[in-house]
């Protein structure tokens, strides 16, 4: 029977801490770089296991992420070597994800960093927490109607009588609980600062205006020591979040109050024009339903910016004070974020389009006042930018002896002699012959990749401080982690590494090498 594995997704917000931050042991030494014990918990702990849960696995799985791991060092320190790192693919990715993490670190200082929680404003929070508020509402879609209905309790007018006259007041048959933490904040400080029989004034909400009257204060009753607990931790999250809001909702007001920035209208429009072609034509060729989502991936952005020329794609798309954006830079960042749409409407993509130029537009500035403060050398940016720049400088060199990887004709032909009798079934030739054909290059590639890493740690060196290996504490699992980044955007929060370690034993058992 086969077995199979579900990988659940969590998303970690800049604030999340996880795994634990620990000391910086380094725990392997690859050439002149090092896998520092934090880099490794964090891969182990943020990548899933297939073998996670399996009695007795734990000590093999962390060898054989460490080696994972070492590997990708080796081919990276290799792919410098042979002038990758040069390459505009690998510059434009590590300056996309430079700044990404620039910005969170800006999002870490400026925000973060400015949060205090009051003695005051704690006391304040738990006294609202242990209330429940029971409070009627009028309501109207228009302002008009609600300051109308605001101006006749102002002046004679009962609210349950003006209430009673109403549509909303089927809603109401009991009244509406509010506790603390669900409203927003400046709502909620008018509500608790009621007494009870008072109303607020008109309150703007998404779908209309609401006029809220406190009825009457119900107790927030707890029933054991578990349940004070978890409303305590409860009480701490909501008061961080909401203050952390309020110094963002500042800093963004403040920020973006004077830019100026000139986006090219009419190469907006043909980008949007061949963003509308690639969805229609993947829609058409998928059978992609509607209502169900059309997503544009790399793969449809390669398509996009052949088409669009060099010309295009190297023109000035974006013009910020003194920076300057070509539509190429754009949509490397582009590719980086999840676009998609359910439906092939053309002004709403290009509704859509103009949202995520915004959106750039933003990140750009806060990226540009983050490199301005130097945040780009921080130890946690440059960590986390080594760790990513590995990852694809490796896969880079990877990819580059796959494509110089060929199956002869007389290679497959005898590879086909031999397993005629498990293809007898098939009639299309063509088929078999591909399907050979891919099997001999991948085991040709799996071998390649054994025999270079084996020449690879001789070259430049392996050490591994296997006591220290063995003395971590490991968490498994089978869960992706994504990472919520400062001022918006999601990573993975590690690099998916793929698991390779047969290259090791041999590498072990290999005759020592003669200086």
Do not use: C
């Not at 801490?17 to 918990?41: C, R, S």
Request: aromatic share 12%; proline share 3%.
């Amino acid at each position: 029977m086969q077995k199979s594995i579900i990988f659940l997704i969590l998303l970690l917000s800049p604030v999340t801490t996880l795994p634990q931050i620990v000391g910086e042991e380094v725990i392997a030494k690859v050439g002149n770089d090092e896998i520092t014990e934090q880099e490794f918990l964090a891969r182990y702990e943020l990548t899933p296991q297939v073998s996670a849960g399996i009695k007795g696995m734990e000590e093999a799985l962390k060898n054989e992420v460490l080696y994972s791991i070492i590997l990708e060092k080796l081919w990276a320190l290799e792919a410098n070597e042979l002038g990758l790192g040069t390459s505009d693919l690998i510059k434009y990715t590590y300056k996309v994800y430079e700044e990404m993490y620039v910005r969170d670190a800006l999002y870490k200082e400026e925000i973060l960093g400015k949060v205090n929680l009051s003695d005051e404003y704690l006391t304040e929070a738990f006294r609202r927490n242990s209330q429940i508020l029971q409070v009627n509402y009028l309501f109207s879609s228009t302002q008009n109607e609600i300051d109308l209905l605001y101006n006749q309790l102002n002046k004679t007018a009962s609210f349950d009588s003006l209430l009673a006259l109403r549509p909303e007041s089927a809603l109401q048959t009991e009244p509406y609980y509010v506790g603390y933490g669900q409203m927003d904040k400046e709502v909620e400080d008018m509500l608790y600062r009621l007494n009870i029989g008072q109303y607020t004034k008109p309150v703007e909400a998404p779908n209309g205006w609401y006029i809220f009257k406190l009825m009457k204060i119900g107790q927030n009753i707890l029933m054991n020591p578990e349940q004070a607990d978890a409303e305590h931790k409860k009480v701490l999250k909501i008061t961080r979040t909401t203050v952390t809001d309020s110094i963002y909702k500042g800093f963004y007001e403040q920020f973006f109050s004077d830019i100026n920035a000139e986006t090219n209208g009419a190469l907006f429009q043909q980008f949007g024009e061949e963003v509308i072609k690639s969805l229609f034509d993947k829609k058409q060729n998928e059978n992609i339903p509607d209502g169900k989502d059309i997503f544009l991936k790399p793969d449809d952005l390669y398509g996009i910016e052949n088409d669009l020329g060099a010309e295009s794609l190297n023109a000035l798309f974006i013009e910020l004070d003194d920076q300057q954006v070509t539509l190429k830079e754009f949509i490397q960042y582009f590719a980086f974020e999840s676009f998609a749409v359910d439906t092939i409407d053309n002004n709403m993509i290009m509704n859509k389009l103009n949202l995520r130029v915004k959106k750039y537009i933003e990140h750009k500035l806060l990226s540009r006042e983050g490199y301005h403060r130097g945040l780009q050398f921080s130890a946690d940016v440059q960590q986390q930018l080594n760790m990513w720049r590995s990852y694809y400088l490796s896969n880079a060199l990877r990819n580059r002896m796959l494509d110089n990887i060929h199956v002869t004709d007389d290679e497959l032909l005898i590879i086909f002699q031999s397993k005629k009798k498990e293809f007898a079934s098939i009639s299309d030739s063509v088929e078999v012959m591909e399907k050979l054909k891919f099997e001999l290059k991948q085991k040709k590639f799996n071998k390649l990749i054994t025999d270079k890493t084996i020449e690879l740690a001789n070259k430049y060196s392996v050490e591994i401080d296997q006591e220290l290996l063995e003395s971590l504490e490991v968490t498994n699992t089978t869960t992706v982690f994504y990472r919520y980044l400062g001022f918006g955007g999601r990573i993975l929060a590690v690099p998916m590494t793929i698991p390779n370690y047969n290259w090791v034993q041999p590498w072990l058992e290999q005759e020592p090498l003669i200086p």
